[in-house]
Structure formats: structure tokens, C-alpha cells
């Protein structure tokens, strides 16, 4: 984000997810595959498939999602999936790479386990999670568009669970006002953290509400597998209604507390990256429109639409506020 420069697109070859989509019953997605991998044929012929893949590392397939929420509406965007290639080779993780495309081959063989959460600050029971323990909250398949401040948008099928399971358990108290999270802060397992390209280690917040939205997800994998490293290995958190940049990868700490936390993408420019950073194209960046998003592996632009098509669920939190103030 750093660098602005139009979106060199490398859409990518097409695997075979054909099996992924017929053991996992994503009907729209399986009707859609024809159109994939036409279109990826396309693609091909224009841009030579990447060298490196993030597939190959030991992915394992994650606990198999309960159907209950998965089909609940608002939590499946009805559009075509991104194909995988491009959800792990289109990446922005600074602390492996400021470069989209790097990201997979620095990342390969990033070291996830294991791994602790500690979830703490104002709450009743303060709790340190390992990975196992989050992997037994009950899993849910979501679709949900995702949608970088740059101007370029996903549809990405997770798995994952809902924030406010996890928040539940440690009982945030009564002065509880925002939730605070953090990323893994361990140079020589996130080279780039050697360099000063951001104040690590990368922080995010949330207000406590939006926190608890069922839209709001830590997700622990993708495509039905264990999540790559360069989408945020091994647990990241998914709000699909703000910026990208909300969605912190790689998390080990989440503190609930009373004050509206530091974010590092405010405290790189504040000037152009709020606290709230909900999509919105009638707010522009400062430098740039966000009036328009281009959908990665398709040609055309679409339009932005207000909290990333997810008004009905969470644009009630925001009344009466001045969203151009509160960007
Ligand atoms: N720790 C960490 N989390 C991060 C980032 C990052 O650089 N470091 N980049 C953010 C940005 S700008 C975006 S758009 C999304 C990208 O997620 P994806 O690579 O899975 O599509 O991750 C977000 N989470
Ligand atoms: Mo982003």
C-alpha cells in the first residue's frame, strides 16, 4: 500500500479444485467451475503461470464445517470464487513482502506450530488458546468478498468461526469497549520484519460491537484447507465490510480494552487510513477513488458497493456518524 502503482495482474493457472468443490457441495461454485477454468484458459495464453505456488506447503484439510450457518444468506456471497492461485500468490503481508507476488515464495515453510492466541485485557478469564483449541470451535464455511484499499476485490470461500465464540469464553467485562489484535512479531520467521517498512508488529482494531457480528471471523483456512502462510497462517481475522487491511494476519494476541486501539496502517498515515476503514465509494482516499474495484481474474471494473454489499447486516452500527470523519 505503500506503493501505488496500477494492478499488475497476474492471473494464474487453474488447479484442479474440482474435487474440493464436489466433496464440499459449493453449488455455486461447482456450476461456476466451466466458466473458471475457460477463463483461466484464457488468462494463460496472456500470462504465464507463476513459477512459485503457495500450494505444496503441508496444508491439511481443516475439520469438516458445520452446515447450520454455512447456509444461512449474508454469510455466502452468490459470485463466482476467486480461483485459489490468485488468493495465495496476490498477497499483501509486509512482513514477508511489500512485493503482492513475493509473498508466497517468502513465505513458504513459514513455521505455524506451535501456536498460541492469549486472549486477555478486560475480561473475566483471561485465556492463552493453542492452535487445537481454536480448531475445535465449530467451523463454518463463508463466502465473503474481500476488498483492498487499492482498489482490487476477492470472493474467497473461508472457514472459520465467528469472533464472538472466542470473546464469549473469556467474558469481556463491563469497561470492555474495543478489541485490540496483534500479529506474530518473530524476524527470523517474518524476514521483512527486519526492515522498518511498518511498526511492527502489525496491530489492528475493532470496536467491540462490530467484533461481536457473526460476519466477524477468525478464519483458519481456505478452499476446505489449513490456511496458506501468505493469507495469514495459522489464524487471521476476516471482517468483510472494511478494507482489506482490517483483516490482520497471523494473530497471537487479542486484548479487549477501553480505549480506541492504535491500527498500523493509521499509524503509518493517518491522514489517509482511519480507524473504522469500511468500504465505502463514496468516501475516496485522499490519493485515489474508491469508487471502483477491479475483481481479480476478471477483465472489467465493477462498482464499489457501500460496506462491501454488506449494509443490511452491519450499516445500522453506524448511524448518526459522519463516515467521511470516521473513515
Ligand atoms: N499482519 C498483517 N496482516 C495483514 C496485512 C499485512 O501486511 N500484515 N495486509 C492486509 C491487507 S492490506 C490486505 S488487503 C489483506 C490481504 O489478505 P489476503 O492476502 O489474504 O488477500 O491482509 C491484511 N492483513
Ligand atoms: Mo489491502
Known amino acids: 500500500m505503500l506503493i501505488k502503482k496500477p494492478d499488475?495482474?497476474?492471473?494464474?493457472?487453474?488447479t484442479d479444485k474440482t474435487v474440493y468443490l464436489n466433496r464440499r457441495l459449493f453449488m455455486h461454485g461447482a456450476a461456476l467451475l466451466g466458466t473458471t477454468v475457460a477463463t483461466g484458459l484464457v488468462y494463460r495464453k496472456l500470462n504465464p503461470a507463476p513459477v512459485e505456488k503457495a500450494?505444496?506447503?503441508?496444508?491439511?484439510?481443516?475439520?469438516q464445517p458445520t452446515s447450520e450457518s454455512a447456509a444461512q444468506s449474508g454469510f455466502t456471497v452468490n459470485e463466482k470464487l476467486t480461483?485459489?492461485?490468485?488468493?495465495t500468490n496476490y498477497n499483501n503481508f509486509y512482513e514477508f513482502s511489500t512485493d503482492k507476488h513475493s509473498v508466497a515464495s517468502a513465505s513458504r515453510g513459514f513455521v505455524t506450530r506451535p501456536w498460541t492466541v492469549s486472549v486477555g485485557g478486560l475480561v473475566n478469564?483471561?485465556?492463552t488458546f493453542d492452535l487445537e483449541e481454536l480448531l475445535r470451535f465449530p467451523q463454518e464455511d463463508r463466502v465473503y468478498r474481500l476488498r483492498c484499499v487499492e482498489g482490487w476485490s476477492m470472493v474467497i470461500p473461508w472457514v472459520g468461526f465467528p469472533l464472538s465464540k472466542l470473546l464469549d469464553r473469556v467474558e469481556p467485562n463491563s469497561q470492555a469497549k474495543y478489541v485490540a489484535f496483534q500479529t506474530l512479531y518473530d524476524p527470523k520467521r517474518m524476514p521483512n520484519q527486519a526492515t522498518g517498512v511498518l511498526d511492527w508488529p502489525?496491530?489492528?482494531?475493532?470496536?467491540?460491537?462490530?467484533?461481536?457480528h457473526p460476519l466477524a471471523i477468525?478464519?483458519?483456512?481456505?478452499?476446505g484447507e489449513t490456511l496458506p502462510p501468505p493469507d495469514g497462517?495459522?489464524?487471521?481475522?476476516?471482517?468483510?465490510?472494511?478494507?482489506?487491511?482490517?483483516?490482520?494476519k497471523s494473530i497471537v494476541k487479542i486484548a479487549l480494552v477501553a480505549e480506541e486501539p492504535p491500527t498500523t496502517w493509521n499509524i503509518q498515515a493517518p491522514n489517509e487510513y482511519g480507524f473504522y476503514s469500511n468500504v465505502n465509494p463514496n468516501v475516496p482516499h485522499p490519493r485515489w477513488s474508491q469508487a471502483q474495484e477491479h475483481r481479480i481474474g476478471e477483465f472489467s471494473s465493477r462498482n464499489t458497493l457501500l460496506f462491501n454489499g454488506y449494509a443490511e447486516q452491519v450499516a445500522s452500527f453506524y448511524t448518526g456518524m459522519d463516515l467521511r470523519k470516521y473513515f
Open 125 to 127: 478469564k483471561p485465556t
Open 233 to 248: 497462517a495459522p489464524v487471521r481475522l476476516v471482517v468483510p465490510w472494511k478494507y482489506g487491511f482490517k483483516s490482520i
Open 55 to 63: 500450494k505444496g506447503e503441508k496444508l491439511a484439510t481443516v475439520r
Open 202 to 212: 502489525y496491530v489492528e482494531g475493532l470496536r467491540l460491537d462490530e467484533a461481536m
Open 83 to 87: 480461483p485459489i492461485e490468485d488468493i
Open 8 to 14: 499488475d495482474i497476474k492471473s494464474s493457472e487453474i
Open 218 to 223: 477468525l478464519a483458519t483456512g481456505l478452499y
